[in-house]
């Protein structure tokens, strides 16, 4: 039990094949209270209520699009006055678009750079606060292989351009709350099966992607959960400003 008596708060946890709700379950299964924020609600509650229960209260499940202030403080007034602490954040919602430089509309860079790196700082600024008054906290990020190696397999150059803001905001941000204890890190996934990639991959691409990686398969939502739990948990203690690649080896630099 590396989370026991610990509060977490995880964004993007509600869909189901997702690493968020992987997280969500493994962070519980480890005695974390969690706090599910998705902008779909009923989703968020439904995935909340499927968690396994744990001694300190009951998990919740609200809405939240991280892109939106607004919405980011008043999600977080509500677990801050139903949990009464947040030890943990895990930036995790994302989306992505397979789009060329060329056909990048204002529309599609906004709405891509605003859920995966604008929800990053909206939702650490309303948690950050909370963090310090208790002496501390852990944040982990999402970020992607995209960004270390320029576009990934599905997403456009504008996600590959949020997910690179992620890490120069998360270092950014160990670097000034590291006198709070509170640590920031971050992680870059490789190609992991979720349903964000809808159903773009074709027998012959995953076939052809499997080529290029050294332990020959694709990760599952669970290898990157892992992760998080590292991070999240005393594991991790003299870490921050980490990024740790979870890529099979995709990436090896
Ligand atoms: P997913 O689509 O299963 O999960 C994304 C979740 O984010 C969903 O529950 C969705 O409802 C939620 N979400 C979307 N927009 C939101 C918003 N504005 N506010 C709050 N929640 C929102 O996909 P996933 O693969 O589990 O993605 C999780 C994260 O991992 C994303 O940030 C993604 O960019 C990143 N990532 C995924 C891969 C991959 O190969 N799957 C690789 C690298 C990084």
Redesign the pocket.
Known sequence: MLLKGKTAVI????????????TAELFASHGARVAI????AD??KAAAGDLPPVEQGAHIGLR?????RA?CASAAAEVLSAFGLANILIN?????QPVKTLDISDADWQRIV???MT?VLNLSQVFIPNMRENGGGSIAC?????AQRGG????GPH?SAA?AGVLGLAKAMAREFGPDSIRVNC???????????GDKLSAEMRADIIKGIPLSR??D?RD?ANIYLFLASDLSAYVTGAVIDVNGGMLIH
């Open positions: 964004s993007g946890a509600a869909s189901k094949r997702g690493i968020g709700r992987a924020l998705d902008i779909n989703e968020a939240c699009d991280v892109a939106d919405s995790n919602a994302g989306i992505t605003a859920v995966n929800g999402m970020s992607s292989v995209s990934g397999i599905f997403g996600y997910k992680v870059t996934p490789g190609l992991i099966q979720t349903d964000i990639t694709l990760g939502a990157v």
